[in-house]
């Protein structure tokens, strides 16, 4: 069965450094999204990507945040400068073409963020 | 977007059923209803989805009442590996779909 992976699994950086996180989508998908969540609270939404740019964000993906897919099947999230409130579990998940199916989106295992 | 509420959490035993009910008064015409499972250190994983009346996969059923203000999951017959946290999302597919997740309920099965 196809399945959205990340990497790596846990990084751990100092605060103000860049961390790029690392998804491959499942491969005929076409909407990726990125998510975050915090120890013991609700996953948030970041980000929405299609066609190549950026369908929609929440107010939590401000200018430190960047999102690419580079090479047509990683998809990546950038944090420039990372701030102790950076730590979290973060999410990548893709989507098919057609609705309803974009509503059934498959989440990858997660990447653990540290900021120390 | 509209708003969901469900119960912050619930108990069950291993072989009953179990329906966790999910409010959505300010949901659109265009919107579909999508229950996500979630593990501890996982990624939320999709359950079902339905727009109205009665759907049933091999996991569990979901009952939409005709005027779609509210949704039911229905798991049958759970065991311990259905403690998770579960999710009701509410969002149409008009362009980007922003996912917005609320704070779900936790179901504990006990032995």
């Known amino acids: 069965e196809p399945e959205v992976t990340q990497t790596p699994s846990h990084q751990v950086t100092q605060m103000g450094q860049e961390v790029i996180l690392r998804c491959v989508p499942i491969?005929?998908?076409?909407?990726f999204y990125w998510y975050r969540q915090i120890l013991g609270q609700k996953v948030e939404f970041l980000v929405s990507f299609y066609n190549n740019e950026i369908s929609e964000k929440s107010e939590i993906f401000d200018d430190q945040f960047s999102v690419e897919r580079p090479d047509g099947s990683n998809f990546t999230l950038k944090i420039r400068s990372t701030k102790l409130e950076d730590s979290a579990m973060y999410f990548c998940a893709s989507s098919g073409a057609s609705p309803p199916e974009r509503n059934e989106q498959f989440f990858g295992p997660g990447t653990r963020l540290t900021v120390l | 977007l509209a708003k969901t509420t469900q119960p912050i959490s619930m108990d069950s035993y291993e072989g009953q059923e179990v329906n966790i009910t999910c409010s959505h008064n300010?949901?659109?015409?265009?919107?579909?209803i999508t229950w996500y499972q979630q593990f501890p250190s996982q990624g939320p994983r999709f359950i079902i989805q339905g727009y109205k009346t009665k759907v049933t996969n091999e996991v569990a059923s979901l009952f939409i009442p005709a005027d779609r203000k509210s949704s039911t999951l229905s798991l049958p017959r759970v065991s311990l590996s259905d403690t998770a946290v579960y999710y009701c999302l509410v969002g149409g597919n008009t362009g980007g779909f922003k996912t917005i997740f609320g704070a779900g309920t936790r179901l504990f099965v006990k032995a």
């Open positions: 491969s005929n998908h076409l909407y």
């Open positions: 300010n949901i659109a015409t265009n919107d579909y």
